[in-house]
């Protein structure tokens, strides 16, 4: 039963390195999400997408796109990775209601 | 003024306490909101949701008060496992996206 996955656990890039970060869910769910959290910010959301083929900007978009080519994935990019952008990512999916908003085990990025 | 506040901790209690947090939101439009649980280099996880006519689930009690804009949670009878970030959240719009607070620390100590 493995819900949502993010795929890597960890990454260490140097600033200006790009790369992506991949999210999938087996729940046949529409809604999918990207959050960033930082020490002392909570959790924030970056991206989300409320169907296959759908992206749109939550709270913290710059410096990252998004792609939902398959329902089943959401995939998060940064094209030139700067330190501000080290973090933990957190994917997360969701049926029908907010009530319903799975999380997957994180991303640790550090960006030096 | 941030979204959602919350009480920034941390709580240091015994086993066996009461122990409650606060939490305040901003929008009026909110429309939904919840608990959420985030143990040490974990994800979040749904704890409970809030109603506005309040709701239990053992020996936690969840809180809502839409004139104030005020949410709570008790927590009765702490265990050392209820040691854990507790997130309070809210959510509006039809695209069910959450705004999280940031967050409060309990350690239940023996």
């Known amino acids: 039963n493995a819900g949502v996955t993010q795929t890597p656990k960890f990454r260490v890039l140097k600033t200006g390195q790009s790369m992506t970060l991949l999210c999938a869910q087996d729940m046949n769910h529409e809604y999918m999400y990207w959050y960033r959290q930082d020490p002392g910010m909570g959790l924030r959301l970056i991206h989300y997408s409320v169907g296959e083929g759908t992206t749109a900007k939550g709270e913290v978009p710059d410096g990252y796109n998004v792609s939902r080519l398959k329902k089943q994935n959401f995939l998060l990019g940064l094209e030139s990775a700067a330190p501000s952008q080290t973090s933990v990512y957190f994917c997360a999916s969701s049926s029908q209601g907010p009530d319903t908003q799975y999380f997957g085990p994180g991303t640790r990025l550090t960006v030096l | 003024r941030k979204e959602v506040e919350q009480d920034p901790g941390p709580f240091n209690v015994p086993e066996g306490a009461t122990v409650a947090f606060n939490c305040t939101y901003s929008?009026?439009?909110?429309?939904?909101f919840f608990w959420y649980r985030q143990d040490c280099r974990k994800e979040p996880k749904l704890l409970m949701s809030v109603y506005s006519s309040g709701n239990e689930d053992g020996r936690f009690t969840a809180q809502l008060n839409r004139a104030s804009q005020y949410i709570s949670l008790l927590i009765r009878d702490s265990k050392l496992s209820d040691s854990a970030t507790y997130l309070c959240?809210?959510?509006?719009?039809?695209?069910?996206?959450?705004?999280f607070g940031k967050g409060t620390l309990l350690t239940v100590n023996p």
């Open positions: 959240v809210a959510s509006r719009g039809s695209n069910y996206k959450l705004t």
């Open positions: 929008n009026s439009a909110s429309q939904s």
